[in-house]
């Protein structure tokens, strides 16, 4: 029996299965349900399932979860030979048919997105919807992945802790606690240098069919916005997947399970319970720029000509103007934050309830909240109207909505 680290320790049972006869090892909590749809995590290059640890506490209990070990790396078996992607994707296959898995969100970080994307494209029938964290549109010779190749190819065993802390670490914008970190590290030392070699160059290579415009299945792609792959790379994959939506988090980079698990978790159960539309990404994003006080983003969700309680003709409420205000507001209440308590979305028109939360410390220290409507329209993915209420008084200064005109 494996315990997660953290304040809730939630137990998964390791099991072992031969699938392609190799032995692969892999986390289990629970049993399917018809209430909730299964989740299958992928892991990264040179890591495991262990990779997880801090996601699965912000899982209910209630969802069957399993986080698999591929070949090579943590306690699977490692053999000599099949460390090409297509052969890796034909692992998780054979996972799936040898467990009698129906179907599941298939959820990939890394080199592990690479697999599921594989999955998706040759048995659709497995993949109820996709997770691709810290993917990128294209792995083929890519030049983040190329900067490790010196790195790699000097590997040798037993591998010191010294050069894997340096490749584990690199690539991290929040520190995880340390417990954890120095787990990682360990496992990954384990994995022999021969197979963090052919991994590398199984990735780099592209002898595997990866055509996106293949990808069917609903897809979520998950960013830090610290990552090397680029913003551009994540909206060429979105744009080439058939259904495909963006989330970016900001102050993180590649190991976006690790620095932010909860962030993680919530998005996917949103995306599984099939919550997460289009509008509702929208409503996420502008949150997320509010909470985080990025406004860098503003001008790709917000129209030029978004107007506020004025005529279409009138001068209207532009991106500047609404950063220049969020500015203002986050500078005086410096720990607020909006929650979002109901949400009806209906083509191009949403309505949203939301609470929100605000921390003083002078005078005294206290707390506030106050509760919002608001209705959003939203055309060619971007706000062009909106009208708000709220009980909190510089909202309604900001905003001159009267309840009665709602």
């Known amino acids: 029996m494996a315990t997660l680290a953290g304040e809730r320790m939630v137990p998964l049972v390791r099991r072992t299965i031969v699938c392609n006869e190799v032995a692969l090892s892999y986390l289990e909590r629970g049993v399917p349900s018809a209430a909730t749809p299964t989740l299958v995590f992928l892991h990264g290059y040179g890591r495991c399932a262990e990779d997880y640890e801090l996601v699965f506490p912000n899982i209910p209990e209630s969802w069957h979860v399993i986080a698999l070990d591929l070949r090579g790396h943590g306690q699977s078996e490692r053999p000599d030979m099949g460390y090409e992607m297509q052969t890796l994707a ?24 690479l697999v599921a994307r594989l999955v998706a494209i040759s048995r659709p029938d497995l993949v109820r919807s996709l997770v691709l964290a810290a993917s990128t549109s294209s792995f083929v010779d890519h030049p983040a992945l190329k900067l490790y190749k010196p790195v790699i190819s000097a590997l040798q065993d037993p591998i010191s802790r010294e050069s894997m802390s340096h490749l584990v670490t690199g690539s991290l914008v929040n520190t995880p606690p340390p417990a954890f970190l120095e787990g990682v590290i360990e496992r990954c030392c384990s994995v022999p240098a021969g197979i963090w070699r052919a991994a590398l160059s199984a990735m780099l290579a ?4 990866d055509r ?20 551009p790379e994540q909206d060429r994959l ?5 259904d495909a939506r963006l989330i970016s988090y900001k102050n993180t980079g590649h190991d976006v399970p690790v620095e932010r698990p ?18 509702e990404q929208i409503m996420h994003e502008i949150i997320g720029m509010w909470n985080g006080a990025d406004r860098s983003r503003l001008s790709e969700i917000i129209d030029p000509c978004y107007i506020d309680n004025v005529p279409i003709s009138g001068p209207g409420l532009g991106p500047e103007r609404i950063a220049a205000q969020i500015a203002e507001v986050r500078e005086n209440n410096p720990e607020c934050r909006y929650i979002i308590n109901e949400l009806v979305s209906s083509g191009e028109h949403m309505i949203l309830r939301y609470t929100y939360h605000e921390s003083f410390t002078q005078p005294v220290n206290a707390e ?15 706000v062009i109207r909106r009208f708000l209420y709220s009980e909190a008084f510089y909202a309604s200064q900001w ?4 309840r009665s005109e709602l």
């Open 399 to 402: 905003i001159g909505q009267p």
């Open 368 to 382: 506030e909240e106050s509760t919002g409507i608001a209705w959003y329209q939203i055309r060619n993915g971007k």
């Open 212 to 231: 996106l415009d293949r990808l069917k299945a609903s897809t979520l792609v998950i960013w830090g916005e610290e990552d090397l792959f680029t913003r």
């Open 238 to 242: 979105v744009s080439a997947v058939t």
């Open 90 to 113: 034909s692992d998780v296959e054979s996972f799936f048919d040898t467990t009698g898995l129906s179907q599941a969100v298939l959820i990939g970080h890394s080199m592990g997105t």
């Open 206 to 209: 592209g002898d595997y069919d």
């Open 262 to 279: 909860e962030w993680f978790a919530r998005d996917i159960l949103e995306f599984a319970r099939g919550e997460f539309s289009v509008n």
